[in-house]
Nanobody, 124 residues
Framework: QVLLVESGGGLVQAGDSLRLSCAAS????????MGWFRQAPGKEREFVAG????????YNADSVEGRFTISRDNAKNTVFLQMDSLKPADTAVYYC?????????????????WGQGTQVTVSS
């Protein structure tokens, strides 16, 4: 069982940065691949970024490549999403998710546990 709690969302202007955090409970956090997803109003949930349990491999969606960076600190049971050069199109609720495997999946169905989400709003 893994409990995930996101934080760090807020209202920012275009071009600003935010750093999201996802704190996980459970002693086996380091054995889970982690992902960040987002969902805008009226749209389906979409993959943003993923990281393997070792942290050695990451993958970003094309829409955020070069602007967002996913990382993790297994000693602190935390995964991060550094978001730079934010755009209004990045406005969404952001969710972190954990999947029991050592590979990155862009499918939400591959993840076993989800956080409650944190709102990110980017004004123009």
């Amino acid at each position: 069982q893994v409990l995930l709690v996101e934080s760090g969302g807020g209202l920012v202007q275009a071009g600003d940065s935010l750093r999201l955090s996802c704190a996980a409970s459970g002693r086996t956090f380091s054995r889970y691949a982690m992902g960040w997803f987002r969902q805008a109003p009226g749209k389906e949930r979409e993959f943003v970024a993923g990281i393997t349990w070792s942290g050695l491999k990451t993958y970003n969606a094309d829409s955020v490549e070069g602007r967002f960076t996913i990382s993790r600190d297994n000693a602190k049971n935390t995964v991060f999403l550094q978001m730079d050069s934010l755009k209004p199109a990045d406005t969404a609720v952001y969710y972190c998710a954990a999947g029991w495997r050592d590979s990155i999946s862009r499918s939400s169905r591959s993840y076993d546990y989800w956080g409650q989400g944190t709102q990110v709003t980017v004004s123009s």
